[in-house]
């Protein structure tokens, strides 16, 4: 079995190091060790989020029988945080809900990179409404970008999890 593991995010200086591309920020920090993973490749697609479905449709169409695993930001986790899970709905992403669209189906693995602000009580401040697209198109802080380097070995180990022991097992271990 070969993963396919797919950074969502847009192209372009524009959007480099904003939170919607959080999973292509924490990906550069891991690349070359995934590449050391035999059964493991990375396909970046050159699309923008909202087209993500169609890059990866036809990247799968001329290597089939890869496992997916999309890699991408989720504004309900809090900063510094990942979840794995497998078979969901879109949860509002329009990256995801274009894969979903163009596979026609949901089953591929997915690990969520948390981009919502902690309060000072704890609580995580996730954004609404007409705020998001501001949210997560907005830069990182230095405290954010720092924060993906660090959780970034947290996905490299979910991965080499995943390749080794199944998506089950990597989400008992990591979805604390």
């Known amino acids: 079995m070969i993963f396919t593991i797919v950074p969502l995010g847009n192209p372009g200086k524009e959007y480099e190091n904003t939170r919607h591309n959080a999973g292509r920020v924490v990906l550069s920090h891991i690349t070359e060790d995934i590449k050391n993973i035999s059964m493991c490749e990375v396909f970046m697609p050159t699309t923008f989020m909202n087209e993500s479905g169609k890059a990866v449709s036809e990247y799968l169409k001329y290597h089939e029988g890869r496992e997916l695993i999309v890699v991408y930001d989720d504004k309900d986790l809090p900063v510094g945080s990942i979840r794995i899970s497998y078979d969901r709905g879109d949860g509002g992403h329009n990256g995801v809900k274009s894969i979903i669209e163009s596979l026609g189906t949901k089953d591929f693995i997915r690990i969520r990179i ?5 309060n000072e009580d704890g609580t995580v401040n996730t954004p609404t409404g007409e ?6 198109l907005g830069r990182m802080s230095e405290e954010e970008i720092i924060a993906m380097k660090v959780i ?9 999890m995943i390749a080794s022991d199944g998506y089950q097992k990597a989400m008992e271990v990591y979805n604390r």
């Open 131 to 136: 705020d998001v697209a501001k949210y997560v």
């Open 114 to 118: 948390g981009i919502a602000k902690i």
């Open 152 to 160: 970034s070995t947290n996905v490299l180990g979910a991965i080499k």
